[in-house]
C-alpha cells in the first residue's frame, strides 16, 4: 500500500529535479522511492548494487561495444 507524505524543497530545486528526471524517463517519485529504500536497507552490499543497476537501467549505448574497444585506455 502507497502512502503519500508531504515534502518541503526550494522551488527552483524542485524544477531542475523534475527535468532531470524527465530527460531520465522517470519522476521524482520514482527516484524519491528509490532513495528511500537504498536509506532504510543501507549496508547491504547485495541491496545497493542492484539498486544502481535499476537506477542504471535508462543508459543506452545504441550498440554493442567489442572486446578491443572496451579494453582501450
Known amino acids: 500500500m502507497l502512502k503519500n507524505i508531504t515534502l518541503s524543497a526550494d522551488e527552483n530545486l524542485i524544477k531542475k529535479a ?27 552490499n547485495k541491496s545497493n548494487y542492484d539498486d544502481l543497476m535499476n537506477d542504471l537501467n535508462y543508459v543506452n549505448p545504441g550498440r554493442k561495444f567489442s572486446r578491443d574497444e572496451l579494453n582501450e585506455r
Open 18 to 44: 523534475r527535468e532531470k528526471a524527465r530527460e531520465e524517463h522517470t519522476t521524482l517519485n520514482d527516484n524519491f522511492r528509490r532513495w528511500l529504500k537504498r536509506y532504510v536497507t543501507s549496508g547491504s
